[in-house]
């Protein structure tokens, strides 16, 4: 392409043409790496809690669970060194805003946790697993409705479900590990394999 | 009937803004890659849209490398919906 004078319908024809481009270009290519990369997280590290404590008897290997934080510096650090990206649609812009609010909340309630634990005198983490569910359900249905993809509205639903059970139960119990691995899989791990198997590379 | 944007009315220039505005951002190579254009002549048209207001460039080095981004501001969007419609009463559509 050349600094070449066009006449009219040329212009209109090459402002089509360049929409086009970036309509079925750089949007259509995001892997959903980050849904497994989370969810597979989600799913070893309930496993390995619910085996440590299964094995030993002791609650106090939830702290396992503390590793969901790892995938968050993983990507942060990869972020920073991959900042290569080509382009940047309205619609990536808008999914990052969305989690990056979904992740301010994980931070936010752990720090609440904290806080209040320390002023009550007890701090208690059991309720972070049925908010994460939840937070992470929210995020990836929003997700679908901005992408219109089916598969990141519906099964979340079902991983909610889950978190409502934990609610409802209260107590918490080694159980409750199993649930969350299997919510990750249901809400995270799934549909990002199944919209992954749609999309050509 | 008004004139065409002189600074719109030019292949290489009218790619650019078109593609910038379905993205809030895109970097050098994507547009290249885009509009098929010589990095040269890119570089030139680019800083012509600049420095017209209808651009803004961010230059930054990520690892080892440079990186020109550049986004659609305010002023190109007006000017190509300007553009746009100018466009539509030459063609009586």
Redesign the interface.
């Known amino acids: 392409m050349e600094d070449r004078k066009i006449n009219e319908s040329e212009s209109l024809e090459l402002i089509s043409e360049m929409i086009r481009k970036t309509k079925n270009g750089p949007s259509a290519k995001k892997d959903y790496n980050a849904f497994l990369f989370y969810g597979y997280t989600a799913v070893a590290v309930s496993l390995l809690a619910w085996s440590l404590i299964r094995f030993t008897g002791k609650m106090e290997f939830m702290f396992v669970w503390f590793a969901m934080f790892l995938p968050y510096f993983v990507t942060l650090f990869k972020d920073k060194r991959k900042k290569d990206t080509e382009v940047v649609t309205y619609l990536q812009g808008m999914l990052d805003n969305v989690w990056k609010v979904i992740g301010s909340m994980f931070g936010l309630t752990v720090a609440a946790m904290v806080i209040i634990g320390a002023i009550t005198g007890n701090i208690d983490f059991s309720l972070m697993m049925p908010l994460s569910i939840i937070y992470a359900g929210i995020g990836t249905i929003m997700t679908g409705l901005v992408l219109k993809e089916k598969w990141f509205e519906l099964p979340p639903f079902c991983g909610l479900l889950i978190a409502v059970y934990m609610l409802m139960e209260g107590d918490v119990n080694n159980d409750w590990n199993l649930w969350f691995g299997l919510a990750f899989l249901i809400i995270m791990v799934m549909p990002a394999h199944v919209v992954r198997s749609k999309i050509k590379f | 009937m008004k004139e065409?944007d002189p600074l719109l009315?030019?292949?290489?220039?009218?790619?650019i803004v078109?593609?910038l505005?379905?993205?809030?951002?895109?970097?050098f190579?994507?547009l290249k890659?885009?509009?098929?254009?010589t990095s040269g002549?890119l570089s030139?048209?680019l800083d012509k849209l600049a420095e017209a207001g209808y651009i803004d460039i961010r230059k930054e080095i990520?690892?080892k490398?440079p990186?020109t981004s550049c986004r659609l501001t305010d002023k190109g969007r007006s000017a190509?919906e300007a553009?746009?419609s100018v466009?539509k009463e030459?063609?009586n559509l």
């Open positions: 065409l009315h030019s292949q290489l220039r009218l790619a078109s593609l505005l379905s993205v809030e951002e895109a970097d190579n994507f890659k885009e509009t098929q254009a002549n030139v048209q990520i690892g490398k990186r190509l553009y746009v466009l030459c063609l």
